[in-house]
Structures are given as structure tokens and as C-alpha cells.
């Protein structure tokens, strides 16, 4: 049955070449956070909590994360092409 109410689907549209790097740095924006996580277990065990290393190692963390989520949403996204012609 053809429902004249549902929306047309667009073609698939290939990802240009900004959006496959933001997407590669998005993963290495990962790994860089996984390798804090390490650092902070390491120093959190060799220091103790208190240690200004933590503190920072643990911001990374929070940076990287951030950092990876908002590149990886934008290489995902479904960007229309505004050029007219």
C-alpha cells in the first residue's frame, strides 16, 4: 500500500572529508580518555586521591569525552548540501 503521507526518503549521501576525520579524532579522543582512566588508577594508587596528577588525569577524562561525543555526532550526522544549482 503507497501512503502518500509519508516523507520521501532522501538518497544516501556519502560523509565529505571533514566529517570522516572528525570521526577518526572523535576515536582517538577515546583511546586519549581510556589512557587518563589508566593514568588515574595508577596514580591514584601510587599518590593517593588527593594528588593534584589525579586531579588533572581525571579532568582529562572529562574533556576527552566530551570532546569525542561532540565530534563523533558531528562525522554522523546527515549534513544537507546548501549549494544552489
Do not use: T
Amino acid at each position: 500500500m503507497n501512503d502518500s503521507s509519508a516523507p520521501a526518503e532522501r538518497p544516501a549521501r556519502r560523509p565529505r572529508i571533514a566529517q570522516k576525520i572528525a570521526v577518526v579524532v572523535a576515536l582517538f579522543c577515546y583511546l586519549a580518555a581510556l589512557a587518563c582512566g589508566a593514568a588515574v588508577a595508577h596514580f591514584y594508587l601510587q599518590v593517593g586521591g588527593n594528588s593534584p596528577l589525579v586531579a588533572s588525569f581525571a579532568a582529562a577524562i572529562v574533556f576527552f569525552l566530551g570532546a569525542g561525543i561532540v565530534l563523533h555526532v558531528m562525522g554522523r550526522a546527515d549534513i544537507p548540501d546548501f549549494r544552489v544549482g
